[in-house]
C-alpha cells in the first residue's frame, strides 16, 4: 500500500480537475501524515473534547467543515495574496468560517455550543487549519486543496471519534450517553473523564495507530 | 586492563560493578526485606492481603511479558523487578480494593510506569507509585476505604476515640488530619494511637501499617547494603525535623508544663509522622528504587531530603492525609535535573580546561 506512488484516480478518471491526485492527497491527509499521529497538531482540543463521544464528533465536523472551507477560499485567492501579508489573510479566511460554525451551534445545538466551550472558537488557532492552508492551499488547485483539508479534517476527526469513544466508555460506562456497561459491574474510571485521562488515551492511540502505519519512507531509509 | 596500574582512581557515577551483582539478586534481597511487612500484611489484614499480592504480582508480570512480547523483546521476568514492583504495589493499597482494580494498578504500573519509557532502567518514575496513582485519581471511592485489622476488635477498635464502623475506619493520618480541623486536638489522639502504628495494628495500605516490620525489612537491607543508608536517613531525618519543627513552634502548645512534651494542638507528634503512614514504605523500599533516584551521594541526599519535606508539607498542609505517592513522583521527576546538578568532575577538571 505505501508503496503505490500515484494511485488511478478514480474519481474523476485519471487527470482531470485535480491532476490526478486526488486519491494520493485523501491518503497523505487522514493517514501517512495524519495530523495528529504523525504531526502532533492539534493536541490541544483533542485533549480537552474528547470526554465524551458526542462532543469528539462535532469537534471533527467542525474541523472538517473549516479545513475544508478555508482551503478552498485560500486556494482561490492564492495568487492574489501578497506573500507578506499571507498569513493574515490566511487567519481571517479561517475565523470566518469558524465564526460561521460557532454561530450555527449556537442556533441549533446550543447545549452542545455550551459544553465545547472555547474550544469552537480556538479552532481558529487550531495548527491543522493553518497548517493546511499555508502548506497545501498556497501551493495547489482549489479542488485538490479542498480534498486535503477533507482527509486532514477526517484524520483529526477519526482519531478524536475513537478516543472520545474510549474516554465515555471508560469514564462513565456510556456510549453517546447510553449506558453500555451497567453500575453492577462496572465502576467508572474517573480518570478517563479528566485530563489525565485524555493523554494517556491519546498516547495509546498515536501508538497503535503508529505501530500499523509503519514506521515513515524516509525513517526506514536510515 | 587495570591490573599493572597501582594508581587508585574512584570514580562515583554509573554503576561500576566490582562483586557478583545483578538485578536478579538485588530484587530478590529486596523481597527478603518485604517479607516481614508481607508477613505482618497477612497477619492483620488475613485473606485481602494474601489476594491483593498474588492478583498485583501476576498483573505485573503478565503485563511485563505483554509488553516484551509486543516489542519483541527477551523476556525479562527473570530479573524479579516485576516482582517487586507488583509487592511494593500490594503494599500501597487499600486491604478491600477488589481484584480486578489492583490488576488493573498492576498493568498501569509496568505497562505505562515502566515498559512504556523502554523497560527496566528507563523509567523516569516508580513504576509502583504510577499504578498507585492511577488508581487514586480513577477509583477514589475504593482507593480511600480503609478496612480494619482482623486482630482488632469489630465494635471497639482501637485506633479512635469512639465507635466506629465495625468494618472500615480512617487511617491514622486521616484521622488526625479530622480531628486537627475539627480543633479536637491531636494530643489525646497522639498515644492512643502511636503504638498500634508500631506494631501494625491499625487501618492503612496494605503493608505499610507495621512500623516494626517494615523498619526490620529495611534494616536487613541497609545491612545488606542493598539500599543506599543515604535514602532512609535523608527521608526520615527531614521528615522528623519538619514535623518536629510545626509540634515545637506550634504556638497552641497545652499550658500544662508536664505534657508540654506531647501537647501541641495543631500537629501530631513528630515520631508519629514516621511510623504512620507509607513512610517507612517509602524510606526503605519506595525511594530507594535504584532506576528513579539520583546517582551520586550529593543527588541522593536532595532526593531524600525533598521526598521528606514534601511528604510532610502534603500531609500537614495540603488537603490529603497522605503525601508519600506524590512526594516520590514528584523527585522521580526532578532527578535528571538533580543528576546534572550534581555532576562529579571528573579526574583532573572539567573538559575543556576549565576546572
Redesign the interface.
Known amino acids: 500500500m505505501a508503496d503505490m506512488k500515484q494511485p488511478a484516480c478514480v474519481s474523476c478518471g485519471g487527470a482531470g480537475l485535480c491532476g490526478g491526485k486526488a486519491l494520493a492527497t485523501l491518503k497523505d491527509g487522514s493517514w501517512t501524515t495524519n495530523p495528529l499521529a504523525v504531526q502532533m497538531l492539534g493536541i490541544c482540543s483533542a485533549l480537552a473534547v474528547t470526554n465524551r463521544l458526542e462532543n469528539s464528533l462535532v469537534m471533527g465536523a467542525a474541523l472538517i467543515f473549516v479545513c475544508v472551507g478555508s482551503n478552498l477560499i485560500v486556494s482561490l485567492l492564492r495568487k492574489a495574496i501578497p506573500t507578506r501579508i499571507r498569513m493574515i489573510v490566511e487567519v481571517a479566511v479561517i475565523a470566518t468560517f469558524v465564526i460561521v460554525f460557532d454561530q450555527f451551534l449556537k442556533a441549533f445545538y446550543w447545549d452542545m455550543s455550551k459544553q465545547l466551550g472555547p474550544y469552537v472558537g480556538l479552532i481558529i488557532t487550531n495548527c491543522i487549519v493553518m497548517g493546511r492552508a499555508e502548506a497545501f492551499a498556497l501551493q495547489n488547485p482549489p479542488l485538490l486543496s479542498m480534498i486535503d483539508g477533507l482527509a486532514n479534517g477526517i484524520g483529526y476527526a477519526v482519531i478524536l471519534a475513537i478516543i472520545g469513544f474510549f474516554r465515555e466508555l471508560l469514564g462513565a460506562g456510556e456510549v453517546m450517553g447510553f449506558r453500555l456497561l451497567s453500575d453492577g459491574w462496572y465502576?467508572p474510571?474517573?480518570?478517563?473523564i479528566?485530563a489525565?485521562g485524555a493523554f494517556?488515551a491519546l498516547?495509546i492511540v498515536i501508538a497503535i495507530f503508529n505501530h500499523f502505519k509503519g514506521p515513515d519512507p524516509e525513517e526506514k531509509k536510515q | 586492563m587495570g591490573q599493572t596500574n597501582k594508581l587508585e582512581i574512584r570514580v562515583s557515577p554509573s554503576p561500576h560493578v566490582s562483586k557478583a551483582l545483578s538485578t536478579r539478586s538485588v530484587m530478590i534481597d529486596v523481597l527478603i526485606g518485604l517479607a516481614p511487612a508481607l508477613a505482618a500484611a497477612v497477619y492483620y489484614f488475613r485473606v485481602h492481603a494474601v489476594t491483593l499480592v498474588a492478583v498485583c504480582v501476576a498483573s505485573c508480570a503478565a503485563a511485563e511479558w505483554v509488553c516484551n512480547r509486543i516489542r519483541r523483546r527477551a523476556n525479562t521476568l527473570g530479573d524479579f523487578s516485576a516482582v517487586v514492583t507488583g509487592v511494593i504495589l500490594a503494599f500501597s493499597l487499600p486491604p478491600a480494593l477488589p481484584w480486578w482494580?489492583a490488576m488493573v494498578g498492576g498493568c498501569v504500573a509496568i505497562g505505562?510506569g515502566k515498559m512504556?519509557f523502554g523497560g527496566l532502567g528507563s523509567n523516569v518514575f516508580n513504576p509502583a507509585m504510577v499504578g498507585r496513582t492511577?488508581m487514586a485519581?480513577?477509583?477514589?471511592t475504593?482507593m480511600t476505604t480503609w478496612t480494619v485489622p482482623a486482630t482488632v476488635d469489630p465494635v471497639m477498635p482501637k485506633v479512635a476515640p469512639q465507635r466506629l464502623d465495625a468494618r472500615t475506619q480512617a487511617t491514622p493520618l486521616a484521622w488526625s488530619k479530622t480531628a486537627i480541623k475539627n480543633e479536637l486536638g491531636a494530643t489525646t489522639y497522639n498515644r492512643q494511637i502511636f503504638g498500634s502504628t508500631v506494631t501494625g495494628e491499625v487501618g492503612g495500605c496494605l503493608g505499610e501499617t507495621s512500623a516494626v516490620a517494615l523498619a526490620l525489612g529495611g534494616l536487613y537491607l541497609l545491612i545488606r547494603r542493598t539500599i543506599n543508608w543515604r535514602i532512609p536517613a535523608g527521608v526520615l531525618g527531614a521528615a522528623f525535623v519538619f514535623a518536629a519543627a510545626a509540634f515545637v513552634l506550634d504556638g497552641d502548645v497545652v499550658s500544662e508544663p508536664s505534657r508540654q512534651w506531647l501537647a501541641s494542638e495543631t500537629y501530631v507528634q513528630p515520631l508519629f509522622h514516621l511510623t504512620s503512614g507509607a513512610m517507612l514504605l517509602c524510606a526503605f523500599f519506595i525511594a530507594t528504587d535504584p532506576v528513579t533516584m539520583p546517582l551520586t551521594g550529593r543527588g541522593m541526599w536532595i532526593f531524600a531530603v525533598g521526598v521528606g519535606i514534601l511528604t510532610m508539607l502534603i500531609r500537614v498542609v495540603g488537603e490529603y492525609p497522605e503525601g508519600v505517592m506524590y512526594a516520590i513522583l514528584l523527585m522521580n521527576g526532578a532527578t535528571p535535573l538533580i543528576d546534572r546538578f550534581c555532576k562529579v568532575i571528573p579526574v583532573g577538571g572539567k573538559p575543556g580546561g576549565k576546572g
Open positions: 465502576t474510571n474517573q480518570l478517563m479528566l489525565p494517556f498516547g | 482494580a505505562i512504556v492511577f485519581a480513577s477509583l477514589g475504593l
